[in-house]
């Protein structure tokens, strides 16, 4: 089996869910002396996002998609072997994740909290109803890079502006950007607040998330 | 330089299109639903009409005399008292005011009674309540009655209810823990909704509404199928299944109904398990993306109804509102949308109620 072919089953086994092929491969290509990073990224990470993508379509489901985490994981912890100490210290980013006081529901952002670990982000899920001084207290606790707010009713994406205003009030705002979703919360209203990021879905929330923790990194 | 016509967004605000930027839209909008559903996309003379409602310069559009549809309200009686944020005006009428209200004034064909908690789960304990308003209700109006809430399974699970919630147990990857929870989830919704539903049709209940179906995925709507099965058999209530959105969220991902994997469902094959199940009325939902125009969720959820209709030998009476159906996300979506929304859903789509 060459690089090209290796790839490929790695990304094949990661869309089938197939932790012992992925672990077998894993192993396989630090026998073969392939980078570990060039085979995490262009390989399983690229498996990674086609079950993304059939999620988005909905035509696999959650549980699937983290059992294909899963297998991912296992494959990367083999492949973590052969990296440099330092390299497997590093995260996608940190973020922190909550459903607005108020606002019970949690569907919808614990999606987004699946996918983002899946995708190798530190996650901090709050839970529901959860009150902005605890958001603003865990983005300073952790170094976050995101903090994502999540409000169904519109009684409660008022908590969302008020987010803005206390990371402000705390010196926060200009170290961590600002991500709003949920079933009332549009585009326009995280322009008008001020909010750096707004996904329509949670693959969406993860693509951007990714694409501004890129950015954070420079 | 080609004349623009103001078209709302996804949230309601307006932008200006062309003639020509606008068909673009719809063509991409009904596309998209035909490659998600895997159904027929609109013809071309159904996107000319759709072109007409929104080029026209009215504020408010109709049907012509004879295409007239049904005209029905669920959670109608808190619409006008209840003020939660997602809807309601916040007028302080008894929910018994608000049915007659929207009978004697609003011209509703039926109308629904409703608990303020709108979950069959807190219904239970209070259900004598519940079934002394609803005689009330029955003894002094004359459309057909339903009563409705949510299958909600959301209350079966931790800390609201005694089973593990999935979504802490799923980022845990206690993927096997999730399920089971959801499968026990199932059999106690089950019971609660067959014995609420049962008590109401005691006092003379027309009807019930099973509303807001597969909110919490496809344990939700397993649950229900099953319920309305149940009911069918023992009682001679109407039951309607009204659903959450327009694809069944795979919480569980291996829950089936007389081996139809769940997961995944469009309106088109939704309404078929919902008819084999034994109701009488299914109201499909098509969600609005806030980020695109009118034009283009107008398009996609009209291709997703006509598909669900056309697959259907029961009455569709569709979702239409907030944040469904075409209209934009607005806690009373605007009569320019909703109007033009309700046309294309009665003459392209046939649907047989709004």
């Known amino acids: 089996m060459n690089e090209q072919e290796l790839m490929e089953a790695a990304a094949a086994a990661i869309v089938a869910a197939d932790e012992e092929k992925a672990v077998e491969l894993a192993r396989q290509a630090l026998e073969l002396g392939l ?16 079950v993304g993508d059939l999620f988005e379509r909905g035509q696999v489901f959650l549980p699937e998609v983290i059992i294909a985490s899963e297998a991912m994981v296992a494959a990367v912890d083999i492949l973590e072997e052969g990296l440099p100490e330092a390299e497997r210290e590093k995260t996608a980013g940190i973020a922190v994740l909550g459903t607005i006081e108020g606002d019970v529901h949690d569907i919808g952002k614990g999606i987004v909290a699946t996918l983002l670990r899946v995708y ?11 009150p902005i001084d605890v958001f603003v207290a865990k983005v300073k606790e952790t170094g976050a890079h995101i903090v994502g707010s999540s409000a169904l009713m519109t009684t409660t994406m008022v908590g969302q502006r008020a987010l803005e205003q206390k990371l402000k009030d705390a010196g926060l705002r200009d170290k961590v950007k600002t991500m709003v979703g949920g079933a009332v919360v549009t585009q326009h209203w995280a322009d008008k607040i001020g909010a750096d990021g707004y996904a329509e879905d949670a693959q969406e929330a993860v693509q951007k998330a990714i694409e501004i923790a890129e950015t954070m990194r420079g | 330089m080609a004349e623009k016509y103001p078209v709302r967004m996804g949230d309601g605000h307006f932008v200006e299109m062309t003639a020509d ?27 000319d009409f759709l072109l007409d409602l929104f080029t026209n310069p009215a504020r408010v559009v ?26 309601g005006v916040g007028i302080p009428l008894s929910r018994l005011q608000g049915i007659q209200v929207h009978e004697r004034a609003f011209a509703a064909d039926t109308m629904e009674l409703g608990h303020v908690d709108y979950s069959w789960k807190p219904v239970k304990p209070i259900i004598a309540q519940e079934q002394q308003v609803l005689e009330n209700v029955l003894l002094s109006t004359i459309v057909p009655i339903f009563y409705g809430a949510m299958p909600n399974l959301g209350l079966y699970y931790a800390p609201d209810g005694p089973f593990g919630n999935p979504s802490d147990l799923l980022p845990m990857a206690k993927i096997d823990e999730a399920r089971e929870a959801q499968e026990l989830a199932v059999e106690h919704a089950i019971r609660d909704m067959v014995y609420v539903a049962t008590k ?60 139809t994997r769940l997961a995944g469902l469009f309106p088109h094959d939704q309404v078929k398990l919902v008819e084999k199940a034994g109701a009488d009325i299914f109201g499909p939902v098509v969600n609005t993306n806030t980020s695109r125009s009118m034009a283009w ?58």
């Open chain 2, 200 to 259: 109401l049709w005691d006092v003379g209940g027309d009807a019930i509404n099973f509303d807001t179906t597969g909110a919490a995925g496809d344990a939700d709507f397993k649950a229900t199928l099953h319920a309305v099965e149940q009911l069918k058999d023992s009682t001679d209530l109407a039951i309607e299944v009204g659903m959450a959105g327009e694809f069944i969220l795979g919480m569980h991902g291996k829950l089936e109904y007389e081996g």
């Open chain 1, 35 to 50: 980078d570990p990073v060039k085979v995490i990224n262009l390989g399983y990470s690229e498996g990674m996002k086609q």
């Open chain 2, 297 to 354: 969720n107008l398009a996609r959820a009209v291709t997703f109804v006509k598909a669900c209709v056309e697959a259907s030998n029961i009455p569709i009476h569709v979702n239409m509102g907030m944040g469904v159906g075409g209209s934009p996300v607005f806690e009373t979506p605007p009569i320019d949308s909703v109007s033009r929304a309700s046309v294309a859903m009665v003459e392209i789509a046939r649907v047989d109620g709004l």
């Open chain 1, 120 to 130: 190798g982000f530190e996650v901090h899920d709050l839970g529901r109803d959860v």
């Open chain 2, 21 to 47: 930027e606008i068909r673009a839209h719809l063509i991409e909008g009904s596309e998209d639903a035909a490659d998600r559903g895997k159904i027929a996309p609109l013809e071309d003379s159904e996107y």
């Open chain 2, 62 to 87: 109709g049907v012509p005399q004879g295409h007239e549809v049904v005209l029905t309200h669920d959670i109608g009686t808190l619409r006008l008292d209840g003020d939660q944020g997602n809807s």
